[in-house]
């Protein structure tokens, strides 16, 4: 039995991935920073049906000294690094903790495998964010990057540092840089689920308006289902290597809620809000991601439409309003 250590287990990328994991034959060990919220930290894990399955330990990634007693404990043979400060929007508020945690966080979990357990290997989560002010059409694995928020500046420099480590020790690092991935545990405070959770409301009669900030910028959106597989893959692979995880597909924050707001038969323009005070101090206008490297070395295509994403999240949140409701 191989042994996984997941950073950001409670995530989105995290839970899917154990979820995947478990269904691999794996070991999983979750790493979970302490907080005051602990009770429901483990909701989509919850959510997932595996709470039990994952072994939940603590750690944090600015805290060396606790990766060190945990790959000594564990010795994993797999190590997934997800944990970060993830919300784009706040990393402007919160500059430093987003350096700390998203940037040198990763420094120290590929330090303490260093130390501790050279052989493993090591998934970084890089990110599309990294692009920023687009250099080419379409984004692959040669394209410059050019980071347009403190959350990018982040994890560019956790992205070559995990490059540096492999370089530099040898080590199997590799990086998955994934554009956009959501899904029914996707986190209320980002724009996919705020506008599935908006629509959910608006059709029970629980609101009436949609506040949305900047309708023109486009991504390339996937389901993390299908992107963790992706994760997984990398590991397996006998030369590590950086993956960009995409669809190929670009859609606006506009188009999105068309197909959002036609899902439940109604008119996105009834119920839309757009505000000045919800648009970033820079914005990233289009992403667009080239996944042929990832086609050809690790046989990895998207499976889910963004259609059927949107149905999906679509209904989560009506079933989790209407349990509400009937309290």
């Known amino acids: 039995m191989r042994t996984a250590l997941v950073t950001g287990v409670t995530g989105q990328d995290g839970a899917y991935l154990s979820q995947f ?57 797999e190590i997934y690094n997800l944990a970060a400060q993830s919300f784009v929007a706040a990393s402007w508020q919160q500059p430093l903790l987003t350096g700390n945690v998203t940037g040198l966080g990763a420094s120290c979990v590929l330090e303490a495998m260093r130390m501790v357990q050279p052989g493993a290997r090591f998934y970084q989560a890089s990110s599309s964010e990294m692009y920023g002010l687009i250099q080419a059409p379409m984004q692959s694995e040669t394209t410059p990057f050019y980071p347009r928020s403190p959350y990018a500046a982040a994890k560019l420099y956790a992205h070559w540092m995990t490059v540096n480590y492999r370089e530099s020790f040898g080590m199997h690092a590799s990086s998955g840089i994934l554009f956009n991935h959501e899904s029914p545990l996707r986190g209320i405070e980002f724009v996919t689920r705020k506008v599935t959770d908006g629509v959910a409301r608006i059709k029970l009669g629980l609101a009436k308006t949609l506040p949305l900030g900047n309708m023109r910028a486009t991504r390339d959106w996937g389901h993390a289902r299908d992107y963790v597989q992706a994760m997984w893959l990398m590991l397996q692979q006998d030369v590590p290597s950086d993956y960009v995880i995409a669809t190929g597909r670009t859609t606006s924050i506009q188009q999105l809620c068309n197909i959002a707001f036609g899902y439940v038969g109604l008119n996105p323009e009834d119920h839309i809000q757009c505000r000045n005070d919800l648009i970033r101090p820079a914005e990233v206008d289009v992403l667009l991601g080239d996944a042929s490297k990832a086609r050809r070395v690790l046989g990895w295509t998207a499976e889910t439409s963004l259609e059927d994403m949107i149905a999906e999240m679509i209904e989560a949140d009506l079933s989790r309003h209407r349990v509400r409701l009937a309290a």
């Open 21 to 77: 994991l478990l269904s691999k034959g794996y070991r999983v060990i979750g790493m979970m920073r302490r907080s005051a919220s602990s009770d429901v930290i483990g909701e989509r894990l919850r959510w997932l049906g595996i709470l039990n399955d994952v072994e939940l330990v603590d750690g944090n990634l600015t805290d060396l000294s606790s990766l060190i007693r945990i790959m000594q404990t564990y010795k994993p043979d």
